[in-house]
Every structure is written in structure tokens, then in C-alpha cells.
């Protein structure tokens, strides 16, 4: 009886131990790089800027795919930097699942030449909503699930 | 068969020259000395806890609480690495979307248009798919 006493004893000691540690764990990445505005470099802030509204309703990780994108920027042509700064809030402010689809649909097409995908949006363009529509259905039964679907940034 | 081979056993044990009784208690004796040695390693940290009473010396108290601290150590070395692979990958997979998505939005067309379905398949196929359907239309 004293024996079970100990295992059990010493079976709690240890899933409290463990427990402590993963309580650490996730309470450490609850916590880390939640970067607030102010915890921004003023290169990152002044990219960033169109999103400073809505900064702080962004998931963590979101939040740190921005900084990252900042600090690609300086690496950018003014005509790149310019464009980027233009299209970042219509981009933060689409649903998880179209910037999802966005993205898949960047990474099919990523072989095309520019100056094809220019024309094609051109055409694409003109052409009426039933058109549109029916592409859009062709594309969707033809649609396979890609790794870069992201799970991770929502 | 087996009852009565039982029942020959007990007596003849019962019956047995005191030499060979005399052997049997040393050696149940020695075998339970071992025995106790065995366990003495596993039940010392345990018997040292507080709340049951350290029925063993005072002295080895902080070689109990090292060994029970070191009993742990896989288990928060593992912990620790699944959490550090995972961070990393998700890390990688932050950056990998930096990528795409500073990508994007520098292109030469607008991320709305990737977020059209239609305009893809229209791009992908050099408009070809409304080109059949209207020819088809025809024929009809």
C-alpha cells in the first residue's frame, strides 16, 4: 500500500513537472514576438504605415510576416516600394481564404512571362461577368488543394 | 495425478533432514538480502519524500532530490526540442510567406487579380476555354 502510495506520489510529481514546463512553453510563445507598434524600428513603422490602424488586431504570426516584408522592402526599386505601399492595406484587408487562393494562384502562374500576365489581365478585363464567371467555375472543378495553401497565417 | 504428486511433495517437505532445512533458510535468507539490495537504488529517492517520511539517513536527502531532478531530464529535453522544431518551422514557413506575399504585391498585376479564379484559368489557358465553348455553340 505504501509502495502504490509512492508511485503515485511520484507519477503526480512528475506530470506536474511536465505540465509546468509545457504551461512555460506555451505561455513563452503566447508571449513572444507580439511586437507592439511602438516595438517597431522606425524603418519598419514607416513601411508599415498603411497598416498602423489595424496593427494590433493581427495575429502574431501576420504580425511578423509584415516585419519580415518590411525588411524586405529597403532591397526594393522605388517603383517596387511604391507599388507595395499602395496594395498593402487592400491585401491585409482580404479573407484568410482569398489571400490563400491568391497566393496559390501567384505560385501556378509564377512561370509566366509579366508581360503575358499584363495582357491577359487587359483582356480579362473586357470581358463580361458571365465570361468571367464561367472561367472562374472551370478554374474551381479543376482546382487541386496545393502545399502552399497556408494553415499557419490566418 | 497431479493431487497426488502435490500431496508427496508436502509431506516429503514436511519430512525433510534438518541439513537440508538448514540450507534451504540460508539460502531463502540470502536471496531476500539480494533482493532488498535491488531495490534500494529505486525505493531511497522515494522513500525520502516529504509527506512519507524519510526512513533512510538525513544526509543523502540532496543526492534523492538530484536524482529526481535528473529522472526528469528526458522528459524536459524532449518537450524542449519538439517546441523548439516546431517554432522553427513555423518560423520558415513566416518567411516563406513573406516571400510570396511582398512578391504579390510588387507584381504586375494586382493581387486582385490572383484572387480571381477566372482570370487564372483565362491566363492559363490563353482564353482558349471561351474560344471552344463559342465554336461548340456554333455547330449547334
Redesign the interface.
Known amino acids: 500500500m ?2 502504490q ?2 508511485y503515485i ?2 507519477s503526480c ?2 506530470i506536474s ?2 505540465m509546468v ?2 504551461a512555460l ?1 506555451f505561455g513563452y ?1 503566447l508571449s513572444a514576438h507580439a511586437q507592439t507598434w511602438q516595438q517597431l524600428n522606425d524603418q519598419q513603422r514607416t513601411v508599415l504605415a498603411p497598416l498602423e490602424e489595424d496593427w494590433t488586431s493581427l495575429t502574431k ?1 501576420r504580425q ?3 516585419v ?2 518590411a525588411n ?1 522592402y529597403p532591397q ?1 526599386s522605388d517603383a ?1 516600394k511604391s ?2 505601399q499602395s ?2 492595406t ?2 491585409a484587408k ?1 479573407s484568410t481564404t ?2 490563400q ?3 496559390d ?5 509564377i512561370k ?1 512571362s ?5 495582357a ?2 487587359e ?2 478585363q473586357q ?1 463580361s461577368d458571365e ?6 467555375e ?3 472543378s479543376t ?1 487541386k488543394p496545393t502545399t ?1 495553401t ?1 494553415p ?2 490566418k | 495425478m497431479a493431487m497426488l504428486a502435490r500431496d508427496l511433495l508436502d509431506d516429503s517437505s514436511e519430512n525433510l533432514p534438518t541439513h537440508i532445512s538448514e540450507r534451504l533458510a540460508a539460502a531463502r535468507k540470502s536471496a531476500l538480502a539480494a533482493h532488498a539490495a535491488e531495490k534500494k537504488p529505486v525505493w531511497h529517492k522515494e522513500l525520502a519524500l516529504p509527506g512519507f517520511g524519510n526512513l533512510h539517513s538525513i544526509g543523502s536527502d540532496w543526492r534523492n532530490r538530484a536524482w529526481g531532478t535528473l529522472g526528469a531530464a528526458p522528459i524536459f529535453a524532449l518537450v524542449l526540442g519538439i517546441f523548439l522544431i516546431s517554432n522553427w518551422q513555423q518560423d520558415e514557413r513566416i518567411l516563406d510567406i513573406a516571400k510570396v506575399d511582398s512578391a504579390i504585391l510588387v507584381d504586375v498585376v494586382p493581387p486582385e487579380a490572383y484572387k480571381d479564379n477566372g482570370y487564372v484559368r483565362f491566363l492559363m489557358t490563353n482564353g482558349k476555354d471561351l474560344v471552344v465553348e463559342e465554336d461548340e455553340e456554333e455547330k449547334i
Open positions: 505504501k509502495y502510495n509512492q506520489y511520484s510529481r512528475m513537472r511536465v514546463m509545457l512553453i510563445q504570426a511578423k510576416k509584415w519580415e516584408v524586405r526594393m517596387e507599388t507595395l496594395r498593402m487592400e491585401w482580404l482569398e489571400r487562393v491568391a497566393r494562384n501567384y505560385l501556378r502562374t509566366i509579366p508581360e503575358k500576365k499584363a491577359a489581365w483582356s480579362y470581358l465570361d468571367k464567371k464561367r472561367l472562374a472551370k478554374k474551381a482546382t502552399v497556408s499557419t497565417l
